[in-house]
């Protein structure tokens, strides 16, 4: 038998572990918020900044030197103690260094060791298939029991190559610790050996065309979106799993506009959230992945027309039905969550 069994699935993997949770905590992920805790004068701000992200993320892996690995993870624990991220409702996340790393081990073990009372979620890249997660799943649960954790930390994978993208339902199944997956389109785009050398968003040779016209003129054509199909799968493997799906890097950081656009792509698609790489997109993640107030309005106007979801009913000229009830429900209860944290939002909707 390749699977466990129901009845087995959601046991502790080690004597004095935490159980598993059967559901994810229902939280506000609009961005994860990546801070290289190696550099004294960025950690030094994660208090001020905490209040205004939803997840903040010590990053240990890709853009840290190798030789300030032992300095990050240093001062990610040092992170999780400046701020009080279960009490104030902020995640407290990180990245750790691959499997395969000669750094991953310890970044595990430490984290959870000096600083699991406060870790949410380890970020786990270059996910290739379940049984890295079974690996990773079994040693996170030998650390939280010598830890003496009551709370369960769970894993968050990212899509880095081909055959993790391959296998995206198979990894959205393997653990009851999965909280989501995110996208990660610039090594994604090396291994599928795409001819590209940005960190998502469009290409300007990735376009359609129209045919040509009888006269000769120019024939008008459109950029297009390359991680259309990647980011689509990824939604649905998420959420057959029952677990959330992630854009993850913009990486040109000057271009706000092809930011947003790339955000709102996913954000429509079934994104919960995004990565913010520098404080200028946290800003544009909090506008995009919060619903419009006009939507909000017209969606509760179809849910207070049909209140157990049942019938047929038309709102300013369109046709509503049970379909339509369960689009609303969505937008709504995402209004809800983002209420919940934001007062001038909070606001808006409620007007």
């Known amino acids: 038998m390749s699977t466990k069994t129901p009845r087995d699935f959601f046991k502790p993997l080690a004597i004095g572990a935490p159980a598993p949770m059967r559901d994810l905590p229902v939280r506000l992920e609009r961005m994860i918020h990546f801070v290289p805790p190696h550099l004294d004068k960025v950690r030094a701000k994660v208090p ?35 701020y009080d991220w279960q009490g104030n409702g902020t995640g407290f996340w990180s990245r750790v260094n691959p499997l395969n790393s000669p ?10 060791l000096k600083a699991g009372h406060q870790l949410d979620v380890i970020m786990l890249p270059k996910v290739e298939g379940p049984w890295d ?26 899509l880095e190559t081909a055959q993790g993208m391959a296998r995206v339902e198979e990894i959205a199944l393997a653990s009851p610790r999965m909280q989501g997956i995110s996208l990660g389109p610039a090594d994604l785009a090396a291994d599928r050996k795409m001819k590209t ?30 991680w259309h199909y990647t980011i689509a799968r ?10 959330n799906a992630f854009y993850g890097p913009f990486g040109d950081i000057a271009d706000l506009d092809a930011c947003e656009q790339q955000f709102r792509n996913a954000f429509l698609l079934g994104c919960s959230g995004t990565w913010s790489l520098h404080p200028n997109q946290i800003a544009i993640a909090k506008k995009v992945f919060s619903p419009d107030p006009n939507e909000v309005k017209f969606a509760r106007k179809i849910l207070d027309a049909m209140p157990d979801g049942s019938g047929v009913a038309m709102i300013d000229g369109k046709m509503q039905d049970d379909a339509t009830w369960k689009q609303a429900k969505v937008i709504s209860d995402l209004a809800d969550l983002v209420a919940s944290k934001d007062p001038d939002l909070a606001a808006a909707y409620s007007a």
């Not at 750094?103 to 959870?112: G, N």
């Not at 998502?200 to 008008?220: K, L, M, Q, T």
């Open 48 to 82: 001020q900044m905490a209040a205004g992200v939803d997840v903040m993320l010590a990053n240990l892996e890709d853009a840290i030197p190798a030789d300030a690995k032992d300095a990050a993870r240093a001062g990610a624990i040092e992170m999780a103690s400046m």
């Open 103 to 112: 750094w991953f081990q310890e970044d595990v073990s430490e984290l959870i």
């Open 133 to 158: 997660i079974h690996f990773a799943d079994q040693y996170v649960a030998q650390l939280e029991a010598k830890a003496g954790l009551t709370r369960p930390i769970l894993f968050h994978a990212i």
């Open 197 to 226: 050398t940005r960190v998502g968003g469009g290409h300007p040779f990735y376009r359609v065309i129209d045919d040509p016209n009888e006269d000769g003129s120019a024939r008008a054509s459109a950029q297009q979106d390359p």
């Open 234 to 243: 990824m939604v649905d493997a998420c959420r057959m799993a029952g677990i």
